[in-house]
């Protein structure tokens, strides 16, 4: 059984097509969704029907909490608002009633999910670091617990203490616990332009970190064409 574990797609459909080719490719069985499906780039609805058809387990995101109200209840930054406000434009009312009644965490078979951080998932706090992790880790009853939010590919293993590990191939042992963030589909912030997500091998133990080409200069255009703040086409060359 394998898992194709998705976070931030953010409205990307090229990069979203892309990685649901891949996780194909490698004989994914199963999908789970973190959550932030919209926000930032040029195809919310689509994007949203997408995971809905996967029907998987999906978590909700702090984009798509923003996206299904009325008006921003909470500070976005300048760019990330102006997003949010053509975002709701775009999506019909049973796309945000949807995206409005998903969970913040949730059992999948033998792991966790959540979009920020176990200990205050409403919140939206961001795990940067080992102490972040640890505040999560309190929260963690399962082995493996798999987030997002930060747009940014790594994990964290608590055995004794707390430590940031690589994720290219994790062997999950089960004495310890392990925080891993899948990096982003649809806007990575990690330097690499490639979408990012994890491909979690059940039976192996191991969790495997991918990265995935995909039709960049169109999903550039499109935000453009939409009227979209340039700054968002142009962050997603530089992965940043
Ligand atoms: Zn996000």
Known sequence: MRFAILSDLHANLEATEAVLADAREHECTHYVCLGDVVGYNANPHECVEIVQKLDCPVVK???DEQASLDESSRDFNALAEMAINWTRAQLTEEDKTWLRELRLSRPVRDFTIVHATLDTPEQWGYVFNTLDAAASFTYQHTTVC???????????VRDDGVKRVKTDQLMIE????????TGSVGQPRDGDWRAAYCIYHIEKNVVEQRRVKYDLATAQEKIIKAGLPRLLAERLKLGR
């Not at 798999?146 to 964290?156: E, L, M, N, P, S």
């Not at 089960?174 to 963030?181: E, G, L």
């Open 61 to 63: 995101g702090n984009h």
């Open 174 to 181: 089960p004495a310890k616990k392990y925080f891993i963030n």
């Open 146 to 156: 798999f987030f997002g939010h930060t747009h940014v590919a790594g994990a964290f």
